[in-house]
């Protein structure tokens, strides 16, 4: 493995952003680039040479020109889409793995498969791994009695095919078929992709972040979202408002705390789930894993997000400070991870 003081870190991170993104009033569109650029600052602190480039869609060739004409020792990738759509996320992976060039995170089926979210659960399915029973709605054809028929209600709808907690709201709580078939329908029209209508798990919401080698994974510290503060009338769910805009009810009803007051037994099972979805869908060297707690104390993976903020103020570097990794660690934990694995790949073939 190369030694840190000789090691060339390109951090690669996305210059397009979100149309639904730039709509809220008070994103800043700035924070991508912001936090590309903490994170390369945290890589030279532990060590590494680091630098940092912005990409777009139409910018591929002046990437290749850099990867090819400047080669990296590894590329850290903060890339979460491109030209505007997070489904072209899989792009600078999949280049990335035909230059032969080592890089953190997950590979470009992985994020396929976490991006189109019922290709996950049938995974997850297949593997014995509970995730809420579903129902992938497409068109207008899907919204009839008959093809909404057999669903446990209340349902909850996301899109399949986003993450951020675009298009989520109070009303994607659909506690019968009329519900479900106008926000479904709403949906469809404004996104222009398909959703996923599943089974609400009413219970503890779980954030986890799995880290580690394949064969010693493990999970910092659990972190779960307090709804304490959220008015009565509202569902406990982290909408797209309790994300991205601070004067919102759901803003101030959804702070992520550590978990307490949690049984050995579930706190085992939440880790386990964790980490068996963690390997079911090919994951590599960090991601986290959202799941609900049911009365009965069984954890259901709700989403999965293999390539998740890594930006100083996000779950991932508040769960390490919890397990006692400063940040500039944490940073340096995760390009020691890609590389031992990239040696492993060249000496054994396999990841």
């Known amino acids: 493995m190369t030694s840190p003081s000789r090691s060339r870190v390109l951090v690669v991170y996305n210059t397009d952003y979100d149309a639904e993104l730039l709509s809220t009033e008070g994103v800043d569109e700035s924070a991508v680039e912001q936090a590309a650029r903490a994170m390369t600052d945290a890589i030279g602190e532990a060590g590494y040479r680091a630098d940092i480039m912005g990409v777009e869609g139409p910018d591929l060739g002046t990437l290749i020109d850099r990867l090819t004409g400047d080669r990296p020792d590894l590329v850290f990738n903060a890339c979460e889409s491109m030209s505007g759509d997070v489904r072209n996320e899989i792009l600078l992976p999949a280049m990335l793995d035909m230059f032969g060039i080592p890089y953190t995170g997950p590979d470009a089926l992985t994020i396929g498969l976490c991006l189109h979210k019922e290709r996950s659960k049938e995974v997850l399915i297949a593997r014995g791994i509970a995730t809420p029973p579903y129902r992938l709605l497409a068109g207008p054809h899907d919204l009839d009695d008959d093809a909404l028929s057999g669903l446990d209600y209340p349902c909850f709808v996301k899109l399949?095919?986003?993450?951020?907690?675009?298009?989520?709201?109070?009303?994607?709580?659909?506690?019968?078929?009329?519900?479900?078939?106008?926000?479904?329908?709403?949906?469809?029209?404004?996104?222009?992709?398909?959703?996923?209508?599943?089974?609400?798990?009413?219970?503890?919401?779980?954030?986890?972040?799995?880290?580690?080698?394949?064969?010693?994974?493990?999970?910092?510290?659990?972190?779960?979202?307090?709804?304490?503060?959220?008015?009565?009338?509202?569902?406990?769910?982290?909408?797209?408002?309790?994300?991205?805009?601070?004067?919102?009810?759901?803003?101030?009803?959804?702070?992520?705390?550590?978990?307490?007051?949690?049984?050995?037994?579930?706190?085992?099972?939440?880790?386990?789930?964790?980490?068996?979805?963690?390997?079911?869908?090919?994951?590599?060297?960090?991601?986290?894993?959202?799941?609900?707690?049911?009365?009965?104390?069984?954890p259901w993976v709700i989403d999965v997000n293999p390539n998740c903020d890594l930006s100083p103020d996000a779950g991932v570097a508040r769960t390490a400070r919890a397990a006692g990794l400063e940040y500039p660690q944490l940073m340096g934990r995760i390009c020691e991870l890609a590389w031992s694995r990239h040696a492993h790949r060249a000496q054994t073939g396999a990841d």
């Open 160 to 298: 399949a095919h986003e993450d951020a907690s675009i298009g989520i709201e109070a009303a994607n709580v659909a506690a019968d078929v009329a519900a479900l078939r106008a926000r479904a329908g709403a949906m469809i029209d404004k996104y222009h992709q398909p959703v996923l209508a599943e089974r609400y798990i009413e219970g503890r919401e779980v954030n986890v972040t799995v880290m580690g080698p394949p064969d010693a994974l493990d999970c910092l510290p659990l972190h779960e979202i307090d709804f304490a503060a959220m008015p009565a009338d509202r569902p406990r769910i982290v909408s797209y408002a309790a994300k991205w805009d601070e004067s919102h009810v759901d803003y101030a009803g959804t702070k992520p705390v550590p978990m307490r007051a949690v049984e050995p037994s579930v706190e085992a099972a939440i880790r386990a789930t964790a980490i068996a979805t963690f390997r079911a869908l090919g994951c590599r060297d960090f991601g986290r894993v959202d799941l609900r707690v049911d009365a009965n104390g069984r």
